[in-house]
Nanobody
Framework: QVQLVESGGGLVQAGGSLRLSCAAS????????MSWYRQAPGKQRELVAT???????NYADSVKGRFTISRDHAKNTLYLQMNSLKPEDTAVYCC????????????????WGQGTQVTVSS
């Protein structure tokens, strides 16, 4: 069993900051890429940021320069530091991990967390 649990969401005023965390636990053998996605009401899910095992990162144009993705390998935890938040950043934020388990160490699958709500007021 593998679990991804997000935390750190909440209500913040425009211009403020939040730090999201995503803790991966269970029978994990190896984690490759980890990502943050978001979905606002009535909109499609959007890839926000990705970090690959080597540390390489990619960001959506809408968050470049404001959000920073990072990862603690020892803790299997993913972070998203969100600064200069805007009302349009309001969404449910979910993390995902491309990982393999101890049962099937050579097979990578994508796992998802349940999500955490971020609301930015104007």
């Amino acid at each position: 069993q593998v679990q991804l649990v997000e935390s750190g969401g909440g209500l913040v005023q425009a211009g403020g900051s939040l730090r999201l965390s995503c803790a991966a636990s269970g029978s994990i053998f190896s984690i490759n890429a980890m990502s943050w996605y978001r979905q606002a009401p009535g909109k499609q899910r959007e890839l926000v940021a990705t970090i690959i095992g080597s540390g390489s990162t990619n960001y959506a144009d809408s968050v470049k320069g404001r959000f920073t993705i990072s990862r603690d390998h020892a803790k299997n935890t993913l972070y998203l530091q969100m600064n200069s938040l805007k009302p349009e950043d309001t969404a449910v934020y979910c993390c995902s991990a491309d990982l393999s388990t101890v049962i099937a160490p050579m097979i990578y699958q994508k796992y998802w967390g349940q999500g955490t709500q971020v609301t930015v007021s104007s």
